[in-house]
């Protein structure tokens, strides 16, 4: 079993940054890609970027795109989500996950997740 544990979400203004952290625990971190979604409320879980288990391949979606990093300390067991430039739009509760592969797009791919933490945007 992996564990993991979101925090650094909050109320930001339009143009902010956030950055968000999972610290994971139960298993070796750096055997799992890592994965960052969200959902916004009436809406389906969306992929936002995942990494590899080293680190060195990222994905990130259209929407996302320039505007968030995601990166991992394995020696923390923790991956980040650095969001700059917020719109509304990105309001919602973000979920870090943990695939034991390499990384994945899908929702359906990922073994593990964390309980989420709100992210609100304010125009």
């Known amino acids: 079993q992996v564990q993991l544990v979101e925090s650094g979400g909050g109320l930001v203004q339009a143009g902010g940054s956030l950055r968000l952290s999972c610290a994971a625990s139960g298993r070796t971190f750096s055997n799992y890609a890592m994965g960052w979604f969200r959902q916004a409320p009436g809406k389906e879980r969306e992929f936002v970027t995942t990494?590899?288990?080293?680190?060195?391949?990222?994905y990130y979606a259209e929407s996302v795109k320039g505007r968030v990093t995601i990166s991992r300390d394995n020696a923390k067991n923790t991956v980040y989500l650095q969001m700059n430039s917020l719109k509304p739009e990105d309001t919602a509760v973000y979920y870090c996950?943990?695939?034991?592969?390499?990384?994945?797009?899908?929702?359906?791919?990922?073994?593990?997740w964390g309980q989420g933490t709100q992210v609100t945007v304010s125009s």
């Open positions: 990494i590899s288990r080293s680190g060195g391949t990222r």
């Open positions: 996950a943990a695939r034991g592969s390499g990384p994945s797009l899908g929702v359906r791919d990922y073994d593990y």
